[in-house]
DNA sequence: AACCAGTTTCCATTATTTGAAAGCGAGATG
DNA sequence: CATCTCGCTTTCAAATAATGGAAACTGGTT
């Protein structure tokens, strides 16, 4: 488990992620500056890039860009793991029950991966399909937190790094520690100002029939509105859509 | 100009797109065959494009499928090229009018990328989003070529491959070069089960008020309801939803 | 218990990547 | 108009990192 030692390859993909970070586009400079790898690699890894179609070029502006297959192969991804649209209509109804905004986000490393939002009537929430988020600061993270297999939940809690969102955050690991274990007994999660000043967030697991955690699913709402506790109410609701999510989702 | 897609990078890459073909994962041994490289070098590309995030193991059945980050990062290609949902409100709108299925593609190498569809009420549609298709016998391929760049137009039209994918399918060059030149004339391209048996479709492109081709929207229906001819009735409709789309795509 | 198909690890060989430096433009400056 | 400057592109000897055959390993089957 070395802190991955870096091969052409990985740095091709670092340079491809790295890629995703600048939605119009970067020039060559920009992104050898910003890796910190040494130009003519970058130079030469953005055309194997283009080449493969995994990264576009637009000769006009010399910018380049990600290109058309990783779209192309983010709808194998998403109809194998159930992240196409199938699960929006779920979404959909719990933001009408609720009035509020929905989230269905899955864990992804040492953070979550939004990956469908229903924005409520009345508020749009900052988060978008493909953000990720920290686990320590979200209703969302701390559910995925506390239902994911022992072995890798014991992972986490111990390692995790607790940066500071807002002065609510927990950042102190034993209190860490305690509020994923009282997530694991109430089976909820909420946020209160940990994550962004003023909203408040409150989810549910969304776990496959043989126990495995597949996914976590919230409502958001500004404080001025609902505080966390109001938000409770709507445990019900939540629950209900996390079942129907669950028997959608394919098992693994 | 190098068609060689050689080196470690490139081999990493299309060990990725191949991923791509397996919804449902593959083995390391599946993978070495299908790419046919050495086995251990499939298998050490494998844990690196895990480490990455770009795929994912399952422990239990030993297979890889594609990871997270292609999902993460295709959110970024959506919206930076105008792909994300806002489009789809034109073409459910389109499918409403006509009563028919709406597709939209862009152009991607030497095939058509399809974006986005939405089936008709009648009739769900075998093309979906994410999917690859021929350029010579499809509405959309046909009207993809015909409004590209004159260069690249000229390049696609001499240098594209013919195969029949149906006994109706245009596989004769000259005829190829007429046809192009007929819909660049009339303004948009059909197709009469030249792709599909029991298929037709009526193509306009979405340019941008600067000239530029962005993409190309289609109706689709089975040729028992409606022949290629009665499909023009729609031409109206579809241009007027080409018009909104060039508007709402993001110019390049 | 021996077998087999697939997975994981190892290592000497060698091809590949590397990155400084030298060409190119194109736009700015004197 | 000549010169400078900055960023993009290409080259090439040095050395690093990829290669792939083979051997150890796993776990399921005859």
Redesign the interface.
Known sequence: MAP?SA????K???L??CL??F???ASASQLAQRVDYPFSTVYR?LN??V????ASF?PETKHY?????????????????G?NGLALPVLETLTAATGESSLLS?L??ERH?T?HKVDGPQFRITT?????GPLHTTALGKTLVAFSAPAHREHLVTTLALPAQTPRSITDRATFVAEIERVRERGWATQDEENDVGMAALAVPVVAPGGRLLAALAVAAPVFRRSAQELEEFLPALRDAARQLALQLPP?
Chains 1, 2 share one sequence.
């Open positions: 991955d091969g052409t390859v990985g091709a993909l670092e491809l992620t995703g970070s939605p119009h586009g890894l194997t890039l080449s493969t179609g995994y637009e860009r990600l290109g058309l297959r990783v779209f192309q192969l983010s709808h194998q991804v998403a109809n194998a793991r992240l899955v992804d490393g991966l990956v978008d399909p493909g953000d990720h693994r």
